[in-house]
């Protein structure tokens, strides 16, 4: 099965605390490719970071940072000192070729409270 | 710096019409797509489209939706008969598919209410 999980719906955090947000995939496929999004209450999708499969190094982009471990099928996302503006539904996605279809999680809902 | 829009931002329309969906994709991107979000679930792949063909298609992609890139700019998302089912925000995307460059830009969404 191709799948991904966002096994938390919901999180809430007090702002300054650091949160990572869970993505684990299912795939049989050894060329995949992984996203993750951003979705404000503004509602549009905001592509935030890409990896593919054979690039197992982890980013940091400003207070951002990406875990992605194959060995585990794990691409996590952490936000170090969370702002209230970080607030948003992410989704983790897949696709198996460049052009091909986003496979969406079902989102993890992020409140950041002040 | 480019952007994917769409028209309109929302729709309100009752079943059985038919309805269209605006997109203009960034000029230099060669694959186009359509997702859907029901409210407050995840988002769903409907069609993608290269080479203009539809290289892809959900089950949801039934005989009621057809796409079509009437010009050089527009690509468009036509639901045949609209079912109260069909409500959703639907999103375009484009792509430039590249070794280096292979993530989808979404447009902010147009909202279809069928009542």
């Known amino acids: 099965a191709q799948k991904v999980t966002q096994a938390q719906t919901e999180i809430s955090v007090v702002e300054k605390e650091d949160v990572t947000l869970d993505c684990v995939y299912e795939t049989r496929d050894t060329t995949y490719y992984l996203f993750w999004y951003k979705q404000p209450p503004s509602g549009e999708l905001v592509f935030l970071i890409r990896?593919?499969?054979?690039?197992?190094q982890n980013e940091i982009s400003g207070r951002y940072s990406w875990n992605f471990q194959k060995s585990t099928s794990s691409f996590n996302f952490t936000i170090t000192a969370s702002q209230v503006v970080d607030s948003a539904v992410y989704f983790c996605?897949?696709?198996?070729?460049?052009?091909?279809?986003?496979?969406f999680g079902q989102g993890t809902e992020l409140s950041v409270k002040p | 710096e480019p952007e994917v829009t769409q028209t309109p931002s929302h729709q309100v329309t009752q079943m059985g019409q038919e309805v269209i969906l605006r997109c203009v994709p960034i000029?230099?991107?060669?694959?186009f797509y359509w997702y859907r979000q029901i409210l407050g679930q995840k988002v769903e792949f409907l069609v993608s489209f290269y080479n203009n063909e539809i290289s892809e298609k959900s089950e949801i992609f039934d005989d009621q939706f057809s796409v079509e890139r009437p010009d050089g700019s527009n690509f468009t998302l036509k639901i045949r008969s609209t079912k109260l089912e069909d409500s959703a925000m639907y999103f375009c995307?484009?792509?430039?598919?590249?070794?280096?460059?292979?993530?989808?830009?979404f447009g902010p969404g147009t909202r279809l209410t069928v009542t």
């Open positions: 990896r593919n499969s054979f690039d197992e």
């Open positions: 995307a484009s792509s430039e598919a590249e070794v280096l460059s292979y993530e989808q830009y």
């Open positions: 996605a897949l696709s198996f070729r460049k052009g091909g279809k986003l496979i």
């Open positions: 000029s230099n991107h060669l694959y």
